[in-house]
């Protein structure tokens, strides 16, 4: 069955309030106060002059370990990946920094204060160092009611949030010749599985139970985040430039 | 990456074959291909065909090395029936054209099969918590398509490296240039120019700026470069994981239930 080539009602997507593409390039860069250049001072990340670095490729490629990661951390890489995208992922951090006052948990409080903010390098490296501990943290706090209700349906919402979008979207991964490809779509649906996994975790918040949550190692999670395709467009720019230096073209 | 995707490439269609995956139209097409391709290239080909279909699960090293090279074989035949010298050849050459072009089709229905699946059934998948099969459908179609881009432009290549030496060199040149493997020092426009891009070129630093450097100030290594393309970095369960009991003769379910949106795309005129 051939699938023909479609425009989608982008209007009605905006009017339903979910993400589309970004006009002038994600939150971030500078403005989030980290390290990542920015030459021509627009707020964005476009070393070199080719197009911005999305924020969430300067946390994956130069903030995040070069390491499998833990569930911690990907679970603070989805957050600050699902936040860019424009879900309210931030709620979810606030919620997380509640719990963790009602459990006099200073680690999860910390994280939480810094996942609902712009960090900035130093904030980075501090996140890193708790993000390992916080799914332990989270079974803790687990007893503090109501707090932990809040922050565990705070969750959920941010899921059915996410399954919204992906369903919405969905069709738009399969325009013939159409941008982004499939395989972008891939790491949306691996996204989803992986917050419906941390949701069902959160039901019953065991330790011993963690092991079951799939992790990635760094480039997978670029991999699993490039939602619109940015990474595979960056490369392709540089690659631009590649070429044009190997031939002699200005 | 073409030796990386030729290996992803065979588990994946050895894996669509443990699921009673129709594949009959690519094992011809294969097949067809292996008759026509030049010698002594073809009886790699028959090898590779063989363990193929043996369907055994697991790797073998011979079947990884031989399917690694996959795309390289085709670049090798395309300079060689490029190379034609007597209508004989000529004849045997487009024989062989003709059997790719069938290979290309067929690889290329099953990706657009693959898709076909996943957009019918996301949905309904979805709501299931079909995850892995929609995952696997996705990235496997991804996976098919990449492939046969290689394969035209490995062939192509092949032709252009043929057509470069027949005009500049001699015919000892042209037997050099395949005796090395590629990235190595083969010789030839074709290949200095990979080999160029594919060695010094690739440092992230090639570009200044390209890429930030860290906090510390220090120069990013390659461990902080952006992969080129998915297929390099891929887990490989992401691709043949379709989930516990998986069947497609299941999975394609006409009652399952479609977004208003995927009918206008599926059944424009309904």
């Given at each position: 069955m051939a699938i023909r080539k479609k425009n989608l009602d982008h209007d009605r997507l905006l009017a339903a309030g979910l993400p589309e593409e970004r006009a002038d390039g994600p939150?971030?860069?500078n403005r989030a106060g980290n390290s990542c250049p920015d030459p021509d001072g627009d707020g964005l990340q476009n070393p070199g002059g080719l197009p911005s670095m999305p924020h969430w490729i300067w946390v994956c490629m130069q903030a995040c370990p070069d390491r499998e990661l833990q569930v911690g951390e990907v679970f603070v890489l989805m957050l600050d990946r699902l936040a860019e995208y424009g879900l309210p992922a931030r709620k979810v951090a606030a919620a997380m920094r509640r719990l963790g006052e009602a459990g006099g948990i200073g680690g999860l409080r910390e994280a939480g204060e810094l996942l609902g903010r712009d960090k900035g390098d130093a904030g980075h490296e501090r996140l890193w160092k708790l993000a390992a501990e916080i799914p332990g943290r989270i079974a803790e706090a687990a007893p503090c009611e109501p707090a932990f209700s809040r922050f565990r349906s705070g969750f959920g919402d941010l899921t059915s949030r996410f399954h919204r979008v992906l369903l919405d979207k969905h069709p738009k991964f399969f325009e013939?010749?159409?941008?982004?490809?499939q395989v972008h779509l891939g790491g949306m649906v691996a996204s989803a599985e992986w917050l419906d996994r941390m949701n069902r975790w959160l039901r019953h918040?065991?330790?011993?139970?963690?092991?079951e949550l799939p992790v990635f190692r760094r480039k997978e999670a670029v991999l699993l985040f490039d939602w619109d395709g940015d990474a595979v467009w960056m490369m392709q720019q540089y690659w631009n430039e590649e070429w044009k230096s190997i031939m002699g073209v200005e | 990456m073409g030796a990386r995707i030729g290996v992803l490439l065979t588990r994946l269609l050895g894996k669509l074959m443990r699921l009673d995956y129709d594949l009959d139209g690519v094992v011809d097409a294969l097949d067809g291909v292996m008759r026509r391709m030049p010698f002594p290239h073809h009886l790699r080909l028959a090898r590779y065909l063989e363990l193929l279909l043996d369907g055994e699960e697991g790797h073998s090293s011979e079947k990884d090395a031989l399917a690694g090279e996959l795309f390289f074989l085709i670049r090798r035949a395309g300079f060689m029936t490029a190379s034609a010298g007597s209508d004989e050849m000529r004849l045997a050459a487009q024989a062989y054209g003709e059997a790719l072009g069938r290979l290309v089709e067929a690889l290329r229905q099953v990706a657009d099969d693959l898709e076909y699946l996943a957009l019918r059934h996301f949905y309904s998948a979805l709501r299931r918590g079909q995850y892995r099969s929609l995952r696997a459908l996705l990235y496997g179609s991804s996976l098919i398509r990449r492939a046969v881009t290689l394969i035209v432009a490995e062939d192509l290549a092949g032709a252009t490296l043929a057509e470069a030496i027949g005009t500049n060199g001699t015919q000892g040149e042209s037997a050099g240039a395949y005796t090395a493997f590629p990235g190595g020092n083969a010789g030839g426009f074709m290949f200095g120019l990979a080999a160029s891009a594919a060695a010094?070129?690739?440092?992230?630093?090639?570009?200044?700026?390209r890429f930030p450097d860290t906090a510390d100030g220090n120069a990013t290594g390659d461990a902080d470069r952006l992969p080129d393309d998915w297929t390099e970095i891929v887990d490989e369960h992401w691709l043949?994981?379709?989930?516990?009991?998986?069947?497609f003769r299941t999975f394609d379910d006409d009652n399952d239930v479609l977004l208003p949106q995927v009918v206008d795309m599926l059944y424009p005129d309904f």
């Open positions: 939150a971030g860069g013939r010749y159409g941008w982004p490809e918040p065991d330790p011993a139970l963690l092991d | 010094g070129s690739r440092d992230a630093d090639a570009i200044p700026g043949l994981d379709f989930g516990e009991g998986f069947d």
